[in-house]
């Protein structure tokens, strides 16, 4: 198909670009919209390790980001989540009673990341209670500034500081409702370009005398050595269902 014959096309089916960017449009929407809101609480911690003068910088950095990255995983841990729990900061443990749907709920709630060649590890809790994300990220921030000796190993050597106190949003910031819906928009528009391209007689039928998109009807793909097309659909694909009327 050339570019040119794509351009009449388009043209000519424009009906089901429009029809398939509303159809993702509203299921993205709809899809957004039941989701419950989270808020989100941010918390920086910096690990801090005392070298010796035996051990180069490089060495010392790479040992910084072993050990970072060493602690970002164990925050999933039963372990470090139970004494999240128990940390006294007024948590609710709403999470499931099955251990593998609770560390599925905990990774959702508890975000980390170590960003690079820095040794910070921040740590992100989303929640749909705003004092409870807080709360949360109160709580994580005391086990390992605290009792982070348990996980990394390396005693008195390696010392967590919070260099940014959890900071939570006045508002709920999942889902990203403006995002997805943009993101909708987009991928319906590129989907009825596709759609198009690989099924050209794919049309919709409107009525004449209310506009409205009624019953959409697929029309044959390929026609048999005869020309004809299936029984119930039209054989005529040039027809009034190109056009509004």
Avoid: C
């Avoid at 690079?116 to 990220?137: L, N, P």
């Avoid at 009525?207 to 659909?233: N, Q």
């Amino acid at each position: 198909m050339t570019f040119m014959r794509y351009i009449q096309l388009i043209r000519r089916r424009w009906h089901v670009i429009f029809m398939t960017t509303l159809v993702v449009f509203v299921l993205v929407a709809i899809v957004t919209l039941v989701q419950p809101q989270r808020y989100r609480s941010t918390v920086n911690l910096l690990v801090v390790q005392r070298y010796n003068w035996n051990m180069d910088a490089y060495s010392a950095s790479r040992s910084t980001l072993y050990l970072a990255s060493i602690l970002s995983k164990v925050m999933y841990s039963q372990a470090f989540f139970d004494q999240v729990m128990g940390a006294g900061f007024g948590v609710k443990n709403t999470f499931s009673a099955d251990p593998e749907k609770r560390r599925d709920q905990w990774e959702t709630t508890v975000r980390t990341e170590t960003l690079e060649q820095t040794g910070v590890i921040a740590i992100s809790v989303y929640h749909i209670e705003r004092d409870q994300a807080e709360k949360i990220a109160r709580a994580i921030e005391n086990v390992l500034t605290t009792k982070g000796d348990q996980y990394h190993g390396g005693g008195n050597q390696v010392v967590l500081k919070t260099i940014d106190a959890p900071y939570t949003t006045d508002r709920p910031v999942l889902p990203n409702i403006p995002l997805n819906l943009a993101a909708g928009l987009v991928l319906g528009f590129f989907l009825g370009f596709v759609i198009v391209a690989l099924f050209p007689k794919l049309t919709f039928a409107f009525s004449v005398g209310s506009m409205m998109p009624t019953m959409p009807a697929l029309e044959a793909m390929v026609e048999d050595e005869r020309g004809s097309v299936p029984l119930g659909l039209h054989s005529d694909f040039g027809q009034a269902t190109d056009t509004l009327s």
